[in-house]
């Protein structure tokens, strides 16, 4: 028997293996829960793996507030291999002897590609130029212009380097890997790349791993293969509540009668609400009520609770 979606939604911390897409991820989980409205924040690529959360029902709607959240990623690269896509799934377009090339130049090169850097996506991308996506152009030989794109790259360090020894025929490589945290938008295997230009052997990347989105950690994250089971033997899910999912955000806690006003739509006003972008509100038993934003008035200090959106109680009737 499926195990009940909770009334309210959930996030699932799901570890995504490397060769289906998150989009495939999206339609296993639909499939398994019987659920239409699943979606995903932050797209990996096939060749990644790691954390991908998957908002279920009413916590979709919280997707986009996890966007933004910073990425931790373990990537493993080549010196000494250029590819059109950066990573091993491309067409490799230059090879070089990466022999000289010592761990220690790679150390000293990480400390220009720390705080924000502009990354020029590459073209096999789903960035959308002249409203088309990058990669369907990169598909027909078409290298179009693009616009570089500001990022920040919070931590990069060097975790392993080591020569490889080179198949016949083949130039002498060097491997990598690469601990990394960065903002929402980084492209890694773009990081890889430009790596490996400035280093002056070339680069591409082999392997990815996303270790974190924010405070979800793969290690709490749930197979795939375990999801399954566990929807098969109704046990429970380890769904993350909305109000959890959103925690990183300012909290204001109201009171029942200001949480039922608030999920009707309407503004409430509280004494001593600190001014915030958006917050997360929460009712007296911890349930998310809403995202809204906070403010303060002109003619007073007490602070408007705008609810930006509303999400009904964990126990409210279908």
Not at 117 to 135: C, T
Not at 293 to 317: H, I, M, N
Request: aromatic share 4%; hydrophobic share 40%.
């Amino acid at each position: 028997m499926t195990p009940p979606v909770p009334r309210a939604g959930g996030i699932l911390n799901v570890a995504k293996p490397s060769g289906p897409t998150s989009h495939d991820v999206v339609n296993r989980v639909r499939r398994l829960l019987g659920v239409r409205r699943v979606g995903h924040s932050g797209t990996l690529d096939p060749l990644a793996e790691g954390v991908l959360l998957v908002g279920v029902g009413a916590a979709t709607r919280l997707l986009e507030y996890l966007h933004d959240l910073p990425k931790r990623y373990r990537a493993g690269l080549r010196f000494g291999e250029v590819t059109d896509t950066h990573d091993v799934t491309g067409t490799v377009l230059s090879t070089s002897d990466a022999s000289p090339l010592k761990a220690a130049a790679v150390e000293a090169a990480l400390p220009a590609f720390r705080g924000e850097i502009f990354q020029v996506p590459p073209m096999f991308s789903a960035v959308k130029v002249g409203g088309e996506r990058l990669y369907e152009r990169a598909r027909r030989g078409e290298v179009v212009e693009r616009a570089a794109r500001r990022v920040t790259i919070h931590e990069i360090a060097l975790h392993d380097f080591r020569h490889i020894q080179p198949l016949a025929g083949y130039l002498p490589r060097a491997e990598a890997v690469l601990d990394i945290l960065c903002s929402s938008g980084t492209y890694v295997r773009t990081l890889c790349h430009d790596l490996g230009q400035a280093l002056g052997t070339g680069a591409t990347m082999t392997e990815l791993t996303r270790t974190a989105i924010g405070s979800f950690t793969l290690a709490a994250a749930v197979p795939l293969d375990e999801l399954a089971r566990r929807v098969s033997e109704g046990e429970p899910l380890p769904w993350i509540s909305p109000a959890e999912a959103v925690a990183h955000l300012p909290t204001v806690t109201v009171d029942s009668a200001r949480a039922a006003a608030l999920r009707q739509g309407k503004w409430v006003v509280l004494s001593n609400v600190v001014a915030a972008p958006r917050a997360r509100i929460l009712d007296p038993d911890g349930q998310l009520v809403a995202i809204g934003r906070t403010g303060a008035e002109e003619q007073d200090s007490d602070g408007c609770l705008a609810p930006e959106k509303v999400f009904p109680p964990a126990d409210a009737d279908p």
